[in-house]
Nanobody, 128 residues
Framework: QVQLVESGGGLVQAGGSLRLSCAAS????????MAWFRQAPGKEREFVAA????????SQTDSVKGRFTISRDNAKSTMYLQMNNLKPEDTAVYYC?????????????????????WGQGTQVTVSS
């Protein structure tokens, strides 16, 4: 069993930065691919970024490319999302997720059903 706990959300002005963290427990979690999703009120959960178990492969949705960076530190069992130049449309609850598959090579990485474990979410609010 893997448990995921997000932190680092908050209120920030447009153009500002935040770094989200996702701490994973479970001895096999370092072998799992991980991802960030977000969900705004009234909208479906949206893929943001994913990273392979080694950190050697990453993927991001187009709307955050050049602004968000996903990374992980397996020694600390923690994944990060550095968010720069935040925009009001980035406002959402951000969730981290973990997949028993270590690879993010296929198209499934952007779908919630690819992931086996989820955190409780952390709110990010960007004011204009």
């Amino acid at each position: 069993q893997v448990q995921l706990v997000e932190s680092g959300g908050g209120l920030v002005q447009a153009g500002g930065s935040l770094r989200l963290s996702c701490a994973a427990s479970g001895r096999t979690s370092r072998y799992y691919a991980m991802a960030w999703f977000r969900q705004a009120p009234g909208k479906e959960r949206e893929f943001v970024a994913a990273i392979s178990y080694s950190g050697g492969s990453t993927s991001q949705t187009d709307s955050v490319k050049g602004r968000f960076t996903i990374s992980r530190d397996n020694a600390k069992s923690t994944m990060y999302l550095q968010m720069n130049n935040l925009k009001p449309e980035d406002t959402a609850v951000y969730y981290c997720a973990s997949s028993k598959s270590g690879s993010i090579a296929g198209p499934g990485k952007s779908t919630p059903s690819f992931y086996d474990y989820w955190g409780q979410g952390t709110q990010v609010t960007v004011s204009s």
